[in-house]
């Protein structure tokens, strides 16, 4: 790995300093993230911002509760304790109407699950928005309580499912199927709305599993798969995703000192640099960033194209990627303007493909909210 840059990692912002002196105030302890529920009395309806780094933890608590969530897929600015409060892209609502089992205990199911992931969730006192969508409309569409399978064994990089697996469960805690990879041409994948396949080696891949993946998938599936298991995906023909080549065309008249020959190969290794990309904010699969920039670890040398449709593309690398570390000349050129994640439409489900890993060494967290995205709003992906 060549860059280990921390604020780029978890997605803040900084700023060099000019002094040596400290003007701050010395951290010693964590400050408490108390979540709560505010505004409740005579509230009509309930909404949390999908920002904060555990509203994905706060979702699942309340899905495993049977609270019906929505999403809200335009901005919309309501009223919450006689004052304005703005909610953006991908803020989960919850209404009474649609939880008519539970409407008597809703707020204190709520209250409870806020303070337990400190998240604030706040009352929403009309339906009727200040500005933008009510909360009415249909612009709020329904969220999926994720049931999840992760391939492993054979041919799967540990290290990736290990860090899917920490963000999933451990930290988000929602439940993760380790599925072996060998037994997925049989097993029942039915059970799963989203499957998982991390990178890794897939060369020899028997026809059955890829029958029984599409299949799947057509029937309303979200299959996410990244690094190596993209290209899988790519070249089983269940994406329409293209790869740039990895290396140009060799100079035939070259010649060149032998000793060399071990440098040059290093030097074309992509052990870990930081890109920057942009991201469409409005997207489902980037709802809840801070900014549209935000920095990616990239650790192996795919260079994925962006897809021919309008809406297939949302995060893209910019065409200065380079903010730390190394990267072989060759490979910046390719690198800009190619695609960090591309939806595809397969039947009536959607295939998810990320060029790099999201979840890098399980405190990349500054990207992490694509992959979160992917699980929870890839069917709600229009293309």
Known sequence: VTAWTVPLAFGIPYAASTTNQSTGIKLTTLPATDGDLLNAE???????????????????????????????TQLFTAVSGNQPKQFGYGSIVITPQANQRLVNQLPDILQKAAKQTGVTIYGIQTGLALQGIDL????????????????????VAATDVGEIWHLLDARLQIPVTHLDWDRWGSANLAKYNVLIIPSGSYGSTPARTVEAVKTWVQNGGTLVVAEDAAKWAAQNGLTKVLFKPEAEKKDSTANLPYFLRADE?????????????????THPLAYGLPAANLSVFKGNTFFMDQNNEAYDSPVMYTNNPLQSGYVYREYLGKIKNSAVVNVDAVGRGRVISFADNMNFRAFWLGSSKLFINAVFFGDLVRL
């Open 265 to 281: 190969q290093r030097a074309k290794e992509m052990t870990g640099s930081i890109f920057e990309a942009n991201a469409d904010t």
């Open 42 to 72: 005579n509230a009509v309806s309930f909404a949390f911002s999908w920002q904060h780094l555990q509203a994905p933890k706060l979702l699942y608590q309340l899905q495993k509760m049977g609270v019906v969530t929505k999403v809200a």
């Open 136 to 155: 009415g409309s249909g612009s709020l569409l329904n969220v999926k309580t994720p049931k999840i399978a992760v391939a492993t064994g054979s041919g």
